[in-house]
Nanobody
Framework: QVQLVESGGGLVQAGGSLRLSCAAS????????MGWYRQAPGKQRELVAI???????NYADSVKDRFTISRDNAKNTVSLQMNSAKPEDTAIYYC?????????WGQGTQVTVSS
């Protein structure tokens, strides 16, 4: 059974930085995708950033040049460095692992950006 555990959420002022981390445990295949999604109140869950096991990244336009996703394949961890935070970044952030053929989600961590 695969489990994802997130950490690092909290309150940050606009313009500040925050770092989210996610650790995956269980049977993790060498080739997989890991990523971060977020869901704000009253909105659908949306992609923030994803990274393949080969290091290819993809970002939502709204976070490009502000957020950086990275991973450690040896430790099965993925991180999201959030810089220049904006109030519209406020949401619950979820870690996601695509470990073919299944998708796994973390429990979510709240990020609140105050103006």
């Amino acid at each position: 059974q695969v489990q994802l555990v997130e950490s690092g959420g909290g309150l940050v002022q606009a313009g500040g930085s925050l770092r989210l981390s996610c650790a995956a445990s269980g049977t993790i295949f060498r080739i997989n995708n890991m990523g971060w999604y977020r869901q704000a109140p009253g909105k659908q869950r949306e992609l923030v950033a994803i990274i393949t096991s080969g290091g290819t990244t993809n970002y939502a336009d709204s976070v490009k040049d502000r957020f950086t996703i990275s991973r450690d394949n040896a430790k099965n961890t993925v991180s999201l460095q959030m810089n220049s935070a904006k109030p519209e970044d406020t949401a619950i952030y979820y870690c996601r692992l695509f470990n073919a053929p299944k998708v796994y989600w973390g429990q979510g961590t709240q990020v609140t950006v105050s103006s």
